[in-house]
């Protein structure tokens, strides 16, 4: 399968008057040899279905069904969406293999099969909270690659007492182990940003906790990052009622009150969730 070029990006962009806007973090991939490293750096089983999120003017979406990965394609703007089937069609995908939803990402809420994989060049102003929506919505999801920001991608995948270690890191860890698998020239971009970008990936693994207790824990972390530069004693307080509450809370679940957000990894926030619950009387 040829894959999208330079020109056929721009010509396909001109035909549809569609101009990249930063409202939607509207970058196209240009570089086929770019988009094959990340379907295979994605590792998906042979034939499994992702999920894509702003797969734009097709450039990733017509790599991964180059490799016979069914894709259910989520694109917020309603030329691209449109266009979308269209331009596999002409490039010899097989009817049936492309599902195209034309919506904002953050309200999808069903799709028709319990997603696995989410394989994506994630617009980068709401690549965060696309990633925690499709987390929480669909749990059946085992592996995620996406393409965001380099800062972005450090910030998820890092570890505890990092300067990046923050809210995302937190969070992204509940569903399983982040890495960055993987480094992409801003050269490959249409029109080229002035940030660098990163691959990111997770590997899945088995949740903490049920639903209540997630979302205990993700009040506290954040709680603890709200205010990043005080202790668990005072950035807890809101939450716990006083400061004297949240030194007790810490206390019971055997953490230094004194200690900050930073410092903590993310067991020690579900033991503070599990017994913020218990003294609440929540289970």
Known sequence: MTLLGATEIRALAERLDVSPTKKWGQNFVHDANTVRKIVTAAKLD??????????????LTLGLLEQG????AIEIDPRLAAELSATTETHGVAAGMLTVIQADALAVTELHAGPTAVVANLPYNVSVPVLIHLLETFPTIRRVLVMVQAEVGHRIAADPGSKVYGVPSVKAAWWGD????????????????NVDSVLVGMTARATPGDEPLRRRTFAIVDAAFGQRRKTLRQALSALAGSTTAAADLCEAA???SGARGEQLTLDQFVILGQTHGTLLGKV
């Open 178 to 193: 982040w890495n960055v698998e993987g480094t992409v020239s801003r050269r490959v971009f249409w029109p080229e940003p």
């Open 46 to 59: 042979p034939g499994e279905a992702v999920v894509e999120v702003g797969p734009g003017l097709g450039s």
């Open 254 to 256: 055997g953490i230094d």
């Open 69 to 72: 990965h069914p894709v259910t």
